[in-house]
């Protein structure tokens, strides 16, 4: 099951995805990551289909995983009297906490914390997917009068983005609380986490979980730009949510955003995933749009770990065809030489205070690209290890051996990454014969290949990368 390509694709289950048949079927196709939408199906749906990823690792002896993806707050306007109502530019209109059906003067905004945000006189505020704009002229405990901007038709219970704003407001949900504990009584692998807005959101998270999953911040709020840094090093991923950041930014600043996240990303060495409508065409066509292809092309060559597939794959009528034609994307970008010289460009630096790993993982890089060596075999316990090489773009396969099942099926969404799970090893020599036997039976190594090992001594604890070895195969 060696992947021809380094970039990782997750696909969301749903309705098009949720037979055993079709999941084992997109897992051949080349699915790496399996996403579970917890704002779409019930805990019995998402069971089931966990089960069915789950029974593919015995089939095919290779680690599965499993990414759960948190709804979030959604904050929306209430009923109007005739269902409906037209707002024209420059007309007045108040949000108001009266339950009473709205007119096309006012409606209810049923949610404190945007009035106890105390937004100014100028901010914005989107309706439906921001169809409609409303600019803030004055606001109170209980109301906030506005401006119609852009207008249009909205009805009831459209969503509200309040992008120029940090809201007073938990990413978790009650409804997020309960999805999480059930999510994680199953053994998810990832959490990704909606409506981050700033690092605390992802610490409080992480309290919560308590190391029984890895975590995923999702960028889709401007204000999350302004913390980049900050948020990037408290997740363990970002995810590129294109949707709703495309919602609350003018479309034109979209990309100049995603580069902005994968390079910081890349500098801190943490995954990061480009979603949302990447082959969005594909829900009703058997083939993507140019463009799309592009776009796809484009996060590739940026340098993402991962690209991701949503309607595609839940609710489209081809969701094989997506996922294939989105691997022989990747497998031709990577195949591309300028795409290794982009890689180098945007090549992180080490921090102000290198670690030995540090050292490790950049004397890595150099001596995969001088001897052209096939295969990095990273010993990892914690998955560190083959986090810093895989921050490096090495030119060689990854192999990452682990004892822990756990850190197998998280590593499945990192860039390059092949993972077994393998027995601890108690000295170099039986670190050495078992790198260069598993190399062999992957198939990333042959006789006279010369192979890198990395690992930590004392064998078994965590944060000790400190070896680094070159092997010939017999």
Known sequence: ????????????????????????????????????????????????????????????????????????????????????????AGQSFRLDQDPAPGTNQRVELPHPEIYLANMGPGASLLLDDGRVRLEVIASTPSHIDTRVVVGGMLSARKGVNVPDTILPLSPLTAKDIADLEFGLSLGVDWIALSFVQRASDIEDLRARVGGRAWLIAKIEKPKALESIGEIVQAADAIMVARGDLGVELPPQKVPVAQRAIIRECRQRGRPVIVATQMLESMISAPIPTRAEASDVATAI??????????????????????????????????????????????????????????????????????????????????????????????????????????????????????????????????????????????????????????????????????????????
């Open 301 to 474: 060559y940026e340098g993402a770990d991962a690209v991701m597939l949503s309607g595609e794959t839940a609710m489209g009528a081809h969701p094989l065809e997506a996922v294939s034609i989105m691997a022989h994307i990747i497998a031709e970008v990577e195949s591309d030489t300028t795409h290794l010289s982009a890689q180098d460009a945007v090549q992180p630096m080490t921090s102000a205070t290198p670690s030995i790993a540090d050292a490790l993982a950049l004397s890595l890089r150099e001596v995969a690209r001088a001897l052209a060596i096939p295969c990095a075999v990273t010993y990892t316990d914690s998955g560190a290890t083959c986090l810093s090489a895989a921050r490096e773009r090495l030119r060689s396969d990854i192999l990452a051996l682990t004892p822990k099942r756990t850190t197998a099926r998280r590593l499945g969404l990192v860039w390059g990454t092949h993972c077994v799970q393998t027995q601890g090893v108690e000295s170099v020599d039986e670190m050495t014969d078992t790198a260069c036997a598993i190399a062999r039976a992957e198939g990333l190594a042959t006789s006279g290949d010369t192979i890198s090992i990395t690992a930590g001594l004392p064998f078994g604890e965590a944060g000790t990368t400190n070896l680094l070895r070159m092997v010939k195969l017999a």
């Open 1 to 88: 099951m060696k992947r021809n390509r380094k970039a990782k694709i997750v696909a969301t289950l749903g309705p098009s995805s949720s037979s055993p048949e079709m999941i084992k079927a997109l897992f051949e196709a080349g699915v790496d990551v399996f996403r579970l939408n917890f704002s779409h199906g019930s805990h019995d749906d998402h069971r089931q289909r966990f089960d069915v990823i789950r029974s593919l690792e015995a089939a095919y002896n290779r680690p599965t995983t499993v990414l759960l993806d948190l709804q979030g707050p959604k904050l929306r306007i209430g009923q109007f009297q005739a269902g409906s109502v037209t707002l024209v």
